[in-house]
């Protein structure tokens, strides 16, 4: 998918990118590049693979969710950005925090904000676990967003304790979710979770499935969650 697509396959769903937006991409796609050399970001590097398996699969996110309505994201373990930098890009309105555990990524992400030019963007040091602890940060995001980061049992301990009473907590997948939502299940549930969709599709050009989970916060989390680093990954809410 080379630029030129990307932006017309946006546009079927109802996203039109300004010439500053496809300039900021643009300026993404470089710098993820350049910086790769230097510290591990993602496998591809191809501006055809970027462009479809990093910016519009986490766009994709938009097509299910509403993203012009002002808001506070959370992106748990964006590493290179994604989702949440080219969902900025594509909504400039919204603010985004960033937790990463790799201080190099954070490193990438202050220069690649600055690169973009890009306001109401934050970026935290830290573990999911910690960082759902934080009075400051817990039950105060409208949307939380993770994408390829845990199944969804873990993911949602590491998750849910960040959205506020009434938000989102978005689930991006590849074809295994069904299986990791009955999995899952459990954990949603005690988190204070309620499964409101499950959105499936075929990304272009591969027709490989994604699905884009999006669980809605009914209620507090238990305090005593997410549990201390590594202990969600080893013993799953179940």
Same mark, same amino acid.
């Given at each position: 998918?080379?630029?030129?697509?990307?932006?017309?396959?946006? @546009?079927?769903?109802?996203?039109?990118?300004?010439?500053?937006?496809?300039?900021?991409?643009?300026?993404?796609?470089? +710098?993820? !590049?350049?910086?790769?050399?230097?510290?591990?970001?993602?496998?591809?590097?191809?501006?055809?693979?970027?462009?479809?398996?990093?910016?519009?699969?986490?766009?994709?996110?938009? #097509?299910?969710?509403? #993203?012009?309505?002002?808001?506070?994201?959370?992106?748990?373990?964006?590493?290179?950005?994604? &989702?949440?930098?080219? /969902?900025?890009?594509?909504? &400039?309105?919204?603010?985004? +925090? $960033?937790?990463?555990?790799?201080?190099?990524?954070?490193?990438?992400?202050?220069? /690649? =904000? =600055?690169?973009?030019? /890009?306001?109401?963007?934050?970026?935290?040091?830290? *573990? =999911? @676990?910690?960082?759902?602890?934080?009075?400051?940060? *817990?039950?105060? #995001?409208?949307?939380?967003?993770?994408?390829?980061?845990?199944?969804?049992?873990?993911?949602?301990?590491?998750?849910?304790?960040? !959205?506020?009473?009434?938000? !989102?907590?978005? =689930?991006?997948?590849?074809?295994?979710?069904? @299986?990791?939502?009955?999995?899952?299940? +459990?954990?949603?549930?005690?988190?204070?979770?309620? $499964?409101?969709?499950?959105?499936?599709?075929?990304?272009?050009?591969?027709?490989?499935?994604?699905?884009?989970? $999006?669980? *809605?916060?009914?209620?507090?989390?238990?305090?005593?969650?997410?549990?201390?680093?590594?202990?969600?990954?080893?013993?799953? $809410?179940?």
């Amino acid at each position: 998918m080379n630029p030129t697509q990307f932006a017309k396959a946006l @546009e079927k769903q109802g996203i039109t990118l300004t010439e500053k937006q496809m300039q900021q991409f643009d300026t993404y796609f470089k +710098t993820l !590049v350049e910086w790769n050399e230097k510290i591990n970001l993602t496998a591809l590097t191809e501006e055809e693979d970027v462009y479809l398996k990093h910016f519009y699969d986490s766009i994709s996110a938009a #097509f299910y969710h509403d #993203f012009t309505a002002n808001q506070h994201i959370c992106d748990v373990g964006a590493g290179a950005g994604f &989702p949440s930098i080219p /969902l900025k890009i594509c909504f &400039p309105n919204i603010k985004v +925090t $960033i937790v990463d555990s790799l201080q190099k990524r954070i490193g990438f992400l202050n220069h /690649l =904000a =600055a690169q973009l030019e /890009l306001t109401d963007v934050a970026f935290y040091h830290d *573990r =999911a @676990e910690t960082f759902g602890k934080n009075g400051k940060f *817990r039950e105060s #995001f409208d949307t939380v967003m993770a994408r390829a980061v845990a199944r969804m049992s873990v993911l949602s301990e590491l998750c849910i304790p960040l !959205v506020k009473k009434n938000g !989102v907590f978005i =689930a991006m997948k590849g074809a295994q979710a069904t @299986e990791e939502l009955e999995s899952g299940k +459990t954990a949603i549930e005690v988190l204070g979770g309620e $499964i409101e969709s499950t959105n499936t599709f075929t990304l272009p050009e591969e027709n490989s499935e994604r699905s884009i989970v $999006i669980v *809605r916060k009914k209620r507090q989390s238990p305090k005593k969650y997410p549990r201390k680093p590594g202990t969600p990954n080893k013993e799953p $809410i179940e």
